[in-house]
């Protein structure tokens, strides 16, 4: 809840929500006192937002203090690797970076993502397993909160994107209640534009030997990802994941990994090479963590598959094609509209 003017917020929007609800809630505001602090929680706020742009160190640790004694819980809000540095050394529970820049509203997600990155390394360097990590701002699509995931994030904070919706309980949905498409073997700007317009979150270009070998991956827009396919090793072409298979007797084998700047992020569980395997579902159902199924999806089945392994990301291509390379526009809208 925004609570401050600034943003035509107030406390008694925290106390409307809070005799609407029994949701936690979290008080967004410009705090640096312990009586505003007080004020948010008579006004029914489970959690405030500290900015460290506007304290410092000695400030942060009495507000966080301060927090802990109202029985508040506190989100402590970065935006550069200084204020990273901050955080950490604060040893705070739970640490926001904010890809917009609060001075210029301007909205970095890359440095974002680098800054999650880094955190996410530091909290292992210093096994702080429960300190959790948030990326706010910027997300207004399904792929864009995958990104914070991958990055490192534990959690995404949004709140633009549901403003702006006609219909905020669909749209949360959408953020994060459904597994991510990826449209695979793509090779014309058209068929890019045609997967972003059915709403795909991943674009995939296949720069292995392969019918649908793409001369080089195409730009994608910011509501999605794009995929690097590789057979052997990945080559680093700019893309923001690559998609990895093992070669085995002159073929990519059957399973694969997804990775990001070098690091398996998910396992790909495929078909075996121009083969099917009735236990295919079955086998990815039984895997941890997070999984990309590919093999044989298409509009009519993807359903089934997805109530069945409960994927994190399905995977089409030749289903959705009117010949190698070249996608058919309406499969491609039918299977994403399957997905959701």
Not at 9 to 22: C, V
Not at 46 to 62: C, G, H, I, K, T
């Amino acid at each position: 809840m925004l609570v401050d003017e600034r943003f035509a917020g107030s406390l008694d929007d925290m106390r409307a929500a809070r005799s609407a609800t029994s949701v936690p809630l979290l008080a967004k505001g410009f705090f640096s006192t312990r009586g505003e602090l007080e004020d948010a929680s008579r006004a029914g706020a489970d959690a405030v937002l500290l900015l460290l742009r506007d304290l410092d160190d000695a400030s942060a640790r009495e507000l966080t203090l301060a927090a802990e004694e109202l029985g508040l819980d506190a989100l402590i809000e970065a935006h550069d690797e200084d204020e990273i540095e901050r955080a950490v050394s604060l040893e705070a529970d739970v640490i926001g970076v904010n890809a917009r820049d609060l001075s210029t509203f301007a909205v970095d997600r890359r440095a974002q993502l680098e800054l999650i990155t880094r955190l996410k390394r530091k909290r292992v360097g210093l096994r702080a397993r429960d300190m959790i990590v948030v990326a706010e701002s910027g997300i207004e699509s399904r792929a864009q909160g995958a990104a914070a995931e991958l990055a490192g994030a534990d959690a995404i904070l949004v709140g633009s994107a549901l403003m702006r919706a006609s219909a905020p309980p669909a749209q949360l949905s959408e953020l994060i209640g459904r597994p991510l498409v990826k449209v695979c073997g793509l090779t014309r700007e058209e068929d890019v534009a045609a997967a972003a317009d059915a709403g795909a979150d991943l674009a995939g270009f296949v720069l292995a030997d392969s019918p649908r070998r793409a001369a080089e991956p195409l730009p994608v827009p910011e509501t999605m990802l794009s995929v690097g396919v590789f057979v052997g090793e990945a080559d680093d072409v700019g893309t923001d994941l690559a998609q990895v298979y093992p070669e085995e007797n002159g073929h990519r084998a059957r399973d694969g990994v997804l990775m990001r700047d070098g690091e398996e992020v998910a396992r790909v569980l495929d078909l075996p090479w121009l083969e099917s395997d009735d236990e295919h579902w079955r086998r990815a159902s039984e895997i941890d963590g997070r999984v990309l199924l590919a093999g044989g999806l298409d509009p009519e089945n993807v359903g089934a598959a997805i109530r069945a392994v409960r994927p994190w990301c399905v995977d089409a291509s030749r289903s959705l094609e009117l010949a190698p390379g070249l996608k058919d526009h309406a499969r491609v809208r039918a299977f994403v509209k399957a997905v959701r």
